[in-house]
Every structure is written in C-alpha cells, then in structure tokens.
C-alpha cells in the first residue's frame, strides 16, 4: 500500500536492456535525476556529446530542457495573451514521447506499453531537474589531453 511500481519491462525485453532500473516510482525518478545532472557534467567537459550517442539521440536530448521550459512557462498561464504558452510546451513534449511508445507498441504487440508516454513524459522533468542542478553546481573543465 502507498507503494508506486514501475514494472514496463517484460523478461523478453529486459535482457537487451543490460542495465539496473529501480522499479519503485521515486528511486526511478531519483536515478534519472541523477543522469540528467551527470549528462551536464559529461557536456561541459565534452561537448560534442551533445548531440548523442549510440544510447541517446537529439529527441532524447530535447526533453529535459523542454520540461524545463515547461516549468519556468507557469506562470505565463496567469496572463490572457501567454496562456498557450504551457499548453504548447506540453503538447510539443508529449509529442516527443511517440516515436518510442509507438516502437514499443509494434514490437511487444501489448498495449501497457501506452503507459511509456506519460511515464517518459514526467522522466522528462527529473531529467531536467537534474541536468539544471548538474550545470548550475559543476564548472567547466578541460578535457583530458586539452591545452
């Protein structure tokens, strides 16, 4: 009871994964924070690792910083001419969330798999959180070999 689990990963799927997920709402939101801040850490020392990786692409890439804008839009909901501003950040960063959910709907064939959307939706803000807190608190640094 009070307890959130995650568990989206069937057996099939999980072993081409290769990595630990906290299946607990809040541990898993925890970690992605924490990548969020590392990923700010990793950019400032390599930024030609902005862009993506074999793991991660620019769609992946946008969300945090768009959940950020999200969250810094709120208050333009107060005022009449800037009310579509949240609702537009919004759609646009649920929007991001198909290409993968619908990848995981063709490739499992079960429709919990729907549950990704709204999942990576809020993933997105934890990201961002993190990644906001990584270059608000980390200073830039050479790469190793630079001059």
């Known amino acids: 009871p009070g307890k959130t689990v995650v568990t989206l990963i069937p ?3 999980s072993s081409q994964v290769k990595h630990f997920h906290p299946v607990r709402w809040r541990a898993y939101l925890r970690t992605q924070a924490r990548h969020g801040y590392y990923r700010a850490r990793l950019y400032l020392t390599h930024r030609e690792r902005v862009e993506g990786d074999a793991y991660s692409n620019v769609v992946d890439h946008s969300q945090p910083p ?5 969250l810094a839009a ?3 909901l107060g005022f009449p001419v800037t009310r579509w501003v949240v609702p537009l950040v919004a759609l646009l960063l649920l929007l991001l969330q198909v290409p993968m959910t619908v990848r995981l709907l063709r490739r499992t064939g079960q429709w919990r798999y729907g549950c990704f959307a709204p999942m990576s939706f809020v993933r997105a803000f934890a990201r961002g959180l993190g990644l906001a807190r990584g270059l608000l608190t980390a200073r830039p640094t050479q790469p190793p070999g630079a001059s």
């Open 11 to 13: 057996r099939s799927l």
């Open 66 to 70: 768009l959940a950020l804008v999200l």
């Open 74 to 76: 709120l208050p333009t």
